[in-house]
């Protein structure tokens, strides 16, 4: 069974940075689309990043420019670089794979 193992996270001050990883147990070249997304208290799941096979990139008009998504395919991890962060940034975040396996979730709390 494949799983999706999230590193990083924790409590920042605003305009601090963070870098989330997402470690695969399977070659992330199988998945077509890998993502983070994010849940905040008493809000939806919302898509935050999302990047392709090929390296297309696709951003949450709230993070661009802020935040960017890579993946290292020889080590089967997704990164998340977020600068400049806000408080309303603060939120669990979750690694994606093509929308049907998630990660366990990592907390991101941002202080203003």
């Known amino acids: 069974q494949v799983q999706l193992v999230q590193s990083g996270g924790g409590l920042v001050q605003a305009g601090g940075s963070l870098r989330l990883s997402c470690a695969v147990s399977?070659?992330?070249?199988?998945?077509?689309?890998m993502g983070w997304y994010r849940q905040a208290p008493g809000k939806q799941r919302e898509l935050v990043a999302q990047?392709?096979?090929?390296?297309?990139?696709n951003y949450a008009d709230s993070v661009k420019g802020r935040f960017t998504i890579s993946r290292d395919n020889a080590k089967y991890t997704v990164y998340l670089q977020m600068n400049s962060l806000k408080p309303e940034d603060t939120a669990v975040y979750y690694c994606?794979?093509?929308?049907?396996?998630w990660g366990q979730g990592t907390q991101v709390t941002v202080s203003a």
């Open positions: 990047i392709t096979t090929d390296g297309a990139t």
């Open positions: 399977a070659n992330i070249v199988s998945f077509k689309n």
């Open positions: 994606n794979a093509d929308h049907l396996l």
